[in-house]
């Protein structure tokens, strides 16, 4: 395949027809921006505004675990009797798997960002189809178009996943 990538003049890249928005690109958004469907897919404004969506939410998960290992540390481990003991430790193994499932997702969005960078954000990794601004809002880390994951959730159902 032959690969041209052209650089704008605000430093987004244009690879195959795709943008790609480097990490050192700022896009200023009017406030209130959302993408439309108006507008060119994966523009270098969506782009700016899922890269924003994403930082954010990544930042949120990032706070709210480390408040999570302050909490854990900060405990008094010297808990009166053993039904106050169980409880607690019932209370830190959930809080462990809250600060698993955030790390999990921390690590689906740090790759959502970089796939912004490469101008492949937005685009299914199957079948190289549009995944959609709808789903992208409600899913900013998804990486399948709906019928794609449906398809592997029809699959991972047969056999018994």
Known sequence: MNSSATTLDNGV???DG????PITTNIDLPPGYRPSSDEEYMSPRQLAYFRNKLRHWRDQLVEESRQ???NLRDEVRDVGDEAERATR???NSLELRTRDRYRKLISKIDKALRRIEEGRYGYCEETDEEIGLERLDARPIATLSL???E???HLQKQMGD
């Open 13 to 15: 890249t244009r690879e």
């Open 151 to 153: 398809r592997r959730e």
């Open 18 to 21: 795709r943008y790609a928005l």
């Open 89 to 91: 430790e019932t209370e």
């Open 68 to 70: 999570t290992m302050e």
């Open 147 to 149: 019928d794609a994951q």
